[in-house]
């Protein structure tokens, strides 16, 4: 076992965030297996493009015999998988991808981390990981108090969230039938740079600056705890650092808005950066759309346990994290229109159909 660590995913938005951290703030050699699904865009990992510590592999988690390949070759110490389906919209028109990569893929990683992990020293088996990184989501909807905690109930709601919750448990039972050093780390809404623009915060900037109708489901009360990607990549570290074998950790932001507060936000920073060219405030081009199938009311992290027991703490408040995230998509709008080319034209997902 040397000091490689297997970063799945790692061209997507989190995983890519991950490669990033660890280049810069640690001395392992980052092996990246992801297969290049739409959302995968290896445009997030220039800067360590070429480096001898980093390795990019296309691969699709679901195929075991290249998956066991990798392990042999690198021997690594641990993994962080990160490789998932992760648009609930999405899953609710295509399930299919979701099941496949989700739950299949992850059940056939576990088995090859577990035909690795079993030939190794007993010194080596001690020091690996399998760090299973998931989403809130898997917890189901909050009422208007409380918080999730590492204890919650599971009550996904969505494909999206069902196999996510899934992945969760095929990982635990994994350590509890085979003693697979493992860890689980539920994570709230993640934002920030390179994040595909299918999602929330991409949309509602792109739609902005066009002068097109921002769209917002509902009456825009579903609340969401908001985390900076940057803040999540060093919590994951963490985790799988110093996170104890066989338990879960929740990451959170302290940011808990609704909706409409989120937007409201963007079209006033967008004022002050970047006034609209027809003169008007951004939030004029807000339009309430019918809302999405089964949209969770409301999530909200508790992230008392990572902070009291690994001393992480978010560094980013919603206000600077947002700042930051709108003078990136800004000055990156060509990145954005590339990899939407393609996949993404804007269109309305998540209302059910074929």
């Given at each position: ?169 095929l990982v ?30 991409p ?42 074998v ?7 932001g ?50 008392s346990k990572?902070i ?47």
């Amino acid at each position: 076992m040397n000091n490689s660590i297997f970063v799945t995913g790692g061209a997507g938005f989190i995983g890519s965030a991950v490669v990033r951290y660890l280049y810069r703030d640690s001395d392992v050699q980052i092996v990246n297996i992801d297969k290049l699904t739409y959302a995968g865009n290896l445009e997030t990992l220039h800067e360590v493009d070429g480096d001898a510590r980093y390795k990019f592999h296309r691969v699709d988690i679901c195929d075991s015999p290249e998956i066991e390949k990798l392990f042999s070759l690198y021997q690594p110490k641990g993994v962080m998988h990160l490789a998932a389906e992760s648009h609930v919209d999405r899953s609710i028109d295509g399930p299919e991808d979701f099941m496949q990569t989700n739950i299949v893929g992850t059940y056939r990683l576990l088995e090859c981390a577990r035909r690795y992990w079993v030939e190794l020293s007993d010194g080596d088996k001690s020091q690996f990981r399998f760090h299973h990184i998931s989403t809130d989501e898997v917890f189901g909807s909050l009422g208007d108090e409380g918080l999730f905690t590492e204890t919650t109930p599971y009550s996904p709601r969505s494909p999206y969230s069902a196999s996510k919750a899934s992945s969760d448990h095929l990982v635990r039972a994994w350590h509890d039938t085979y003693g697979l050093p493992t860890v689980v780390s539920n994570c709230s809404n993640n934002y920030g740079l390179f994040q595909f623009p299918e999602k929330f915060l991409p949309v509602i900037i792109t739609k902005a600056v066009n002068l097109q109708p921002i769209p917002i489901y509902g009456a825009g009360t579903n609340v969401r705890d908001w985390l900076h990607v940057e803040d999540h990549a060093r919590a994951l570290w963490k985790i799988f650092s110093h996170g104890e074998v066989g338990d879960t950790y929740n990451v959170g932001g302290h940011a808990e808005k609704t909706n409409l507060e989120v937007v409201h936000t963007v079209c006033e920073l967008l004022d002050k950066i970047k006034p609209a060219r027809n003169g008007k405030p951004y939030s004029s081009l807000i339009e309430f759309v019918t809302d999405r199938p089964g949209h969770d009311q409301r999530y909200a992290i508790d992230a008392s346990k990572i902070i009291n027991e690994l001393g992480w703490q978010p560094q980013e408040t919603f206000e600077s994290g947002m700042l930051k995230t709108i003078e990136w998509y800004l000055d990156n709008i060509d990145w954005v229109e590339r990899v939407s080319a393609d996949n993404y034209q804007g269109q309305r997902l998540g209302l059910g159909g074929d």
